[in-house]
T-cell receptor
Framework: AQSVTQLDSQVPVFEEAPVELRCNYS??????LFWYVQYPNQGLQLLLK??????LVESINGFEAEFNKSQTSFHLRKPSVHISDTAEYFC???????????FGPGTSLSVIP | DTAVSQTPKYLVTQMGNDKSIKCEQNLGHDTMYWYKQDSKKFLKIMFSYNNKELIINETVPNRFSPKSPDKAHLNLHINSLELGDSAVYFC????????????FGSGTRLTVV
């Protein structure tokens, strides 16, 4: 069965500093990997995804994530964060053999001015 | 145009009451979902419908009953509400293959008093 671990429940970081949000998954078959962002009092929005091909995927607002099969990880990074990046970030795993996507417990990113 | 819309956005009700939450998507997606987000932000799938057919029914009390009159609508009816039902309920939709990720509604915050 699939599962997702996000080791850090809260990550405070100063504005313009780099950040990495960690995600590890467990699955015995090929996977799709997703990062979603939830701004306060809103629904989740898809930030980026890995389906196949290049292991490095990027979003339009400067985030990137790298699929590492040997370490079963899909960490999210941004070289310089903004106040507007303050939100809850969810890693999720699905796949062609699964009928649903499983979400991790989330990481709360707080950007400090 | 809102892609996935839920009503109501807020719902405050007394224990023992029956209530419904409605969801509609205009994306032409085949699959719709109900997720429950608890106070710790943890997301758990409840139900999934594909083209009006129930395909996922997780371990959810029988008091919760989904209904899909057509593939663009998925409603959630809850009988005999309990304090523990207080949460944010999200509707989502996707194309069948999950490849494009989920599109979420903005959520319904249910408070049972």
């Amino acid at each position: 069965a699939q599962s997702v671990t996000q080791l850090d429940s809260q990550v405070p970081v100063f504005e313009e500093a780099p950040v990495e949000l960690r995600c590890n998954y467990s699955s015995s078959v090929s996977v799709y990997l997703f990062w979603y962002v939830q701004y306060p009092n809103q629904g989740l929005q898809l930030l980026l995804k890995y389906l196949s091909g290049s292991t490095l995927v990027e979003s339009i607002n400067g985030f990137e994530a790298e699929f590492n099969k040997s370490q079963t990880s899909f960490h999210l990074r941004k070289p310089s964060v903004h106040i507007s990046d303050t939100a809850e970030y969810f890693c999720a795993v699905g796949g062609p053999s699964y009928d649903k996507v499983i979400f991790g417990p989330g990481t709360s990113l707080s950007v400090i001015p | 145009d809102t892609a996935v819309s839920q009503t109501p956005k807020y719902l405050v009700t007394q224990m023992g009451n029956d209530k419904s939450i409605k969801c509609e998507q205009n994306l032409g997606h085949d699959t719709m979902y109900w997720y429950k987000q608890d106070s710790k932000k943890f997301l758990k799938i409840m139900f999934s419908y594909n083209n009006k057919e129930l395909i996922i029914n997780e371990t959810v009390p029988n008091r919760f009953s989904p209904k899909s009159p057509d593939k663009a609508h998925l409603n959630l009816h809850i009988n005999s509400l309990e304090l523990g039902d207080s949460a944010v309920y999200f509707c989502a939709s996707s194309e069948m293959t999950q490849n494009y990720g989920y599109t979420f509604g903005s959520g319904t915050r249910l408070t049972v008093v």
